[in-house]
T-cell receptor, first 113, second 112 residues
């Protein structure tokens, strides 16, 4: 079956702009999470959606937001981009039960200039 | 802040040798997972061990969990060049097993 699909793969934006990243989870996976990966901070949890509801949120400013649609597809939005937002953004999906691992997408590499 | 901390940060071995990576975490957990990442791409789930399990095997992988010491180890036996990657442990503290907290990872280099 198809894996987790993230679009776009690469993105270059200017400071102050906003960006929307998209994620299509594995069919049947209702839990979708987003992570930010940077060389300095490593992998950090952004938020998790389950059945269109944000169930958990990491320690990120309000400029970072997300949503999930009825087909489980998810988007994350970053407004007023800063240089420090340059990172690999990873989306992951899993089955609803607790003891299953995540399937990750290949990520969106965002560069803010 | 990071929940899991891997040790060592980097490991270089020859093909056929075993590789052991350790992970420590700070709070109580629901489960602990190990992931592999090749060259800044997406993570691949390797194995999950529940908080009430002590050891788990999957092919050439062996994971142990000691909840009293809040630590875990990942052993890769008979390493291959294709095992060259970064390895991360991740803990799930909530009931849903989500909101993973990752360590900074161990970079494994296997030379032929």
């Amino acid at each position: 079956k198809a894996g987790v699909t993230q679009t776009p793969r690469y993105l270059i934006k200017t400071r102050g702009q906003q960006v929307t990243l998209s994620c299509s989870p594995i069919s049947g996976h209702r839990s979708v999470s987003w992570y930010q990966q940077t060389p300095g901070q490593g992998l950090q949890f952004l938020f998790e959606y389950f059945s269109e509801t944000q169930r958990n949120k990491g320690n990120f400013p309000g400029r970072f937001s997300g949503r999930q649609f009825s087909n489980s597809r998810s988007e994350m939005n970053v407004s007023t981009l800063e240089l420090g937002d340059s990172a690999l953004y990873l989306c992951a999906s899993k089955q609803g039960a607790p003891n299953y691992g995540y399937t990750f997408g290949s990520g969106t590499r965002l560069t803010v200039v | 802040s990071q929940q899991g901390e891997e040790d060592p940060q980097a490991l270089s071995i020859q093909e056929g040798e075993n590789a052991t990576m350790n992970c420590s975490y700070k709070t109580s957990i629901n489960n602990l997972q190990w992931y592999r990442q090749n060259s800044g791409r997406g993570l691949v789930h390797l194995i999950l061990i529940r908080s009430n399990e002590r050891e788990k095997h999957s092919g050439r992988l062996r994971v142990t969990l000691d909840t009293s010491k809040k630590s875990s180890s990942l052993l890769i036996t008979a390493s291959r060049a294709a095992d060259t990657a970064s390895y991360f442990c991740a803990t799930a503290a909530n009931q849903a097993g989500t909101a993973l907290i990752f360590g900074k990872g161990t970079t494994l280099s296997v030379s032929s």
